[in-house]
């Protein structure tokens, strides 16, 4: 059966059950932090808005070595073997050691270019077949050899490219900002099939801002079209999508049994949908936009929002098991809004100035990150700069 909760619970959760999580270590970068991080045997792995990349014990967080670009870090990293890879704002992908930090190449994408204040993150890389794979800004897709950096294969998008491919049935399936879905040989950078999102009144292009979801066949992705669309991996051919009016949905979604979970920008939902058709299983309210991907967990669904509060929900009917507020959201958490969640009187987040309101949301350590779970211990980072380890009740 259909549940529709309009979750008030979950804000008069806010203030009185909190924190109950053990904060194993905590590590503040110079700057804020959207990307997810990366987890090696020994090492987490993250870059800033600092323009440093980071790694740091998993163990306690203390800083192993810090890696200096020319541009803001927020491409999330990908790790294999000894080698760590990651995008930079000033154009280029890294490849550095693992243990020590020493770069070991570097790959000029081209220049770099942001679409609005809410263009958050960067392509993140992904390695298969021995080639790391990577959007750009300049409106390419590559593939470079894994060991050397070398160029193997280009491919043209019709925009910025700021979402993170995935790899999977020997295709690269990736989105870019002039609202195509791509489908492209992983091994010569040929198209194999281009989708194209329907588009909307205010925002005709439909943006792919993120990854795709693949699963068993089936590629789900989100559009700043309102829209989220499920196509047929082997052909793009579409098989079913829905139309969330009034906000774009930018996470990438997570899926568990039959159903796929995500949040919304606008309308500050959370959702769970059939995989099979897109109907609603249930729904949550929030007080703010899900950006990031959940994580599954022992039948809970962990996702973090731009409140600065990362929540726990029962997978079956979103109700609320446990919540993590970060330091800026405690800190600042009543300059923006009331104890029951909604905005304060007089805030507007797309105001005149719309610019300070998006400043005052940051400042409450909003996740952008995905959580990432490690047997019992979970890590996510935070625009207050944080990055935070819990113990998972």
């Known amino acids: 059966m259909k549940k529709i909760l309009f979750a008030t619970f979950l804000f008069a959760f806010i203030i009185s059950g909190l924190n109950s999580q053990t904060t194993l270590w905590k590590f503040r970068t110079a700057g804020v932090v959207y990307a997810t991080p990366a987890l090696s045997p020994e090492h987490l792995l993250v870059g800033s808005g600092d323009s440093c990349f980071y790694a740091l014990s998993r163990q306690s967080g203390e800083l192993r ?84 950096g070398a160029l193997r294969w280009r491919f043209l998008a019709y925009g910025l490219v700021h979402a993170s491919p995935v790899v999977s049935d020997d295709k690269v399936l990736i989105g870019d900002f002039g609202g195509y879905f791509h489908a492209i040989d992983a091994s010569t950078g040929k198209l194999v099939w281009q989708f194209r999102t329907v588009g909307d009144t205010y925002f005709p292009l439909g943006e792919i801002q993120k990854a795709a979801l693949v699963d068993q066949g089936i590629v789900f992705v989100g559009s700043r079209d309102y829209n989220i669309y499920a196509l047929d991996i082997q052909t793009g051919r579409g098989r079913w999508n829905r139309k969330e009016a009034g ?49 599954a967990h022992h039948g809970a669904v962990i996702f973090g929002c ?24 405690k800190a600042n958490y009543s300059k923006v809004y009331e104890d029951n ?48 380890a819990l113990k998972i009740p």
Not at 307 to 329: H, K, M
Not at 343 to 349: A, K, Q, S
Not at 354 to 381: A, C, N, Q
């Open 65 to 148: 070595w810090r890696f200096k670009t020319n541009g803001v870090v927020h491409s999330s990293a990908s790790v294999q073997g000894d080698m760590v890879f990651f995008g930079s704002s000033d154009g280029f992908l890294y490849a550095l050691s693992i243990e020590s930090g020493e770069l070991l190449w570097k790959f000029d994408g081209g220049r770099e270019r942001q679409l609005d204040i809410w263009d958050y993150y960067l392509s993140s890389p992904v390695v298969a077949n021995g080639q790391v794979i990577w959007g750009s800004g300049a409106g390419s897709v590559f593939a470079v050899d894994a060991a050397t």
């Open 341 to 388: 969640g909604k905005f304060i009187p007089g805030f507007e987040l797309y105001g005149k100035d719309y610019l300070e309101s998006e400043k005052s949301i940051l400042s409450l350590g909003s996740i952008l990150s995905d959580p990432v779970i490690s047997r019992d211990t979970l890590f996510f980072s935070s625009s207050d700069g944080g990055i935070y």
């Open 306 to 329: 731009f409140d600065g509060i990362l929540r726990a929900v029962d997978q079956n009917n979103g109700e609320l098991i446990w919540s993590f507020q970060t330091d800026g959201s």
């Open 247 to 295: 906000s774009w949905i930018i996470a990438t979604p997570i899926a568990a049994g039959n159903s796929i979970y995500f949040g919304t920008s606008d309308t500050h939902r959370f959702y769970c949908l059939s995989k099979s058709d897109g109907s609603i299983m249930w729904q949550i309210s929030l007080p703010g936009r899900v950006y990031g991907a959940a994580a």
